[in-house]
């Protein structure tokens, strides 16, 4: 009997990648070339690829890279064990060609990035990564089963990337909690993860972001018109804050600011939050027992 794999309690995705506009939250097109400048870089791209589930395995690829590094680079994971940790179950037919096809996605998009100096208010001349595959394969595209172990070599930049620890830590029962009607929501929280936060008080930190054109980019949003978009980033805020505690502790909310718009959110610092997850996981079972009579 094959033996399940234990998903990760978090992973490490490079945090550029994690905040460019690469992640469609609608249709993706991968013979489409797109550009987008967000609040941090800028990226010129093949194609999109999809924040679910080629997000996904990426992050997971790149834990799987910084737990289990090989001297050669290339990594040999069965797709039953990527599996295993994406559906938190035995992968059945269906997983498999999901899997395949984003890591075929993630091998066939060319990026090129390059990002924002803060000192300057400008954009580096020296690029991120140039032209480059995220990933390379090194397996026939007629596997026949599900249980083979593709060959996966990540782009040398990006292993740079992993190995400075330029990384955002994100916590994956989260990551796999949203659901095919929550892709904005999602690629929010993402970005939201990558962004910088700042101390308000001993127990709580904030941050906000204007919205506008390079916020849109940054989330692969495609608005006709700006409040239609604000409208979907509320939605977006409702949902990020049901599904991650540590923000339903706090604020996230789409607000306007004299005559200006803004993404604000405020919760609970690590230590904070550590402090009061057990309390609050007593009061959530207690409330579940209520619920169903135990």
């Given at each position: 009997m094959s033996r399940r794999h234990a998903p990760p309690t978090s992973v490490r995705p490079e945090r550029t990648l994690t905040r460019a506009g690469l992640w469609a939250t609608g249709p993706t097109?991968?013979?489409?070339?797109?550009?987008?400048t967000g609040l941090s870089e800028r990226i010129h791209a093949s194609g999109r690829l999809k924040v679910s589930p080629d997000y996904d395995v990426f992050a997971?690829?790149?834990?799987?890279?910084?737990?289990?590094?090989t001297e050669s680079g290339w990594m040999r994971p069965t797709l039953y064990e990527l599996g295993s940790s994406l559906y938190g179950t035995a992968p059945a037919g269906e997983h498999y060609r999901l899997l395949r096809d984003a890591l075929d996605r993630l091998a066939y998009v060319r990026i090129t990035i390059d990002g924002y100096d803060v000192e300057t208010g400008?954009?580096?001349d020296n690029w991120i990564a140039k032209d480059e595959k995220l990933v390379h394969l090194g397996r026939p595209k007629d596997t026949p089963t599900g249980v083979d172990r593709p060959g996966i070599k990540l782009a040398e930049w990006l292993c740079q990337a992993l190995a400075g620890e330029k990384v955002v830590r994100v916590h994956w029962q989260t990551l796999?909690?949203?659901?095919?009607?929550?892709?904005?929501?999602?690629?929010?929280?993402?970005?939201?993860?990558?962004?910088?936060?700042?101390?308000?008080?001993?127990n709580a930190e904030g941050t906000w972001i204007a919205c506008g054109d390079r916020l849109y980019a940054a989330l692969g949003m495609d608005y006709a018109e700006h409040r239609f978009a604000r409208r979907a980033l509320q939605q977006a805020c409702l949902a990020v804050r049901k599904i991650d505690p540590r923000y339903s502790?706090?604020?996230?909310?789409?607000?306007?600011?004299?005559?200006?718009?803004?993404v604000q959110g405020?919760?609970?610092?690590?230590?904070?939050?550590?402090?009061?997850?057990p309390e609050q996981l007593r009061i959530r079972e207690e409330i579940r027992r209520s619920l169903v009579g135990d």
């Amino acid at each position: 009997m094959s033996r399940r794999h234990a998903p990760p309690t978090s992973v490490r995705p490079e945090r550029t990648l994690t905040r460019a506009g690469l992640w469609a939250t609608g249709p993706t097109q991968l013979q489409l070339p797109f550009e987008a400048t967000g609040l941090s870089e800028r990226i010129h791209a093949s194609g999109r690829l999809k924040v679910s589930p080629d997000y996904d395995v990426f992050a997971w690829l790149c834990e799987r890279w910084q737990t289990k590094p090989t001297e050669s680079g290339w990594m040999r994971p069965t797709l039953y064990e990527l599996g295993s940790s994406l559906y938190g179950t035995a992968p059945a037919g269906e997983h498999y060609r999901l899997l395949r096809d984003a890591l075929d996605r993630l091998a066939y998009v060319r990026i090129t990035i390059d990002g924002y100096d803060v000192e300057t208010g400008r954009f580096r001349d020296n690029w991120i990564a140039k032209d480059e595959k995220l990933v390379h394969l090194g397996r026939p595209k007629d596997t026949p089963t599900g249980v083979d172990r593709p060959g996966i070599k990540l782009a040398e930049w990006l292993c740079q990337a992993l190995a400075g620890e330029k990384v955002v830590r994100v916590h994956w029962q989260t990551l796999r909690a949203f659901d095919e009607r929550q892709k904005l929501a999602k690629r929010l929280w993402l970005y939201l993860a990558a962004e910088r936060w700042k101390k308000t008080s001993s127990n709580a930190e904030g941050t906000w972001i204007a919205c506008g054109d390079r916020l849109y980019a940054a989330l692969g949003m495609d608005y006709a018109e700006h409040r239609f978009a604000r409208r979907a980033l509320q939605q977006a805020c409702l949902a990020v804050r049901k599904i991650d505690p540590r923000y339903s502790a706090g604020e996230l909310a789409v607000i306007k600011l004299g005559s200006s718009w803004r993404v604000q959110g405020s919760r609970p610092t690590w230590d904070a939050w550590k402090a009061q997850a057990p309390e609050q996981l007593r009061i959530r079972e207690e409330i579940r027992r209520s619920l169903v009579g135990d």
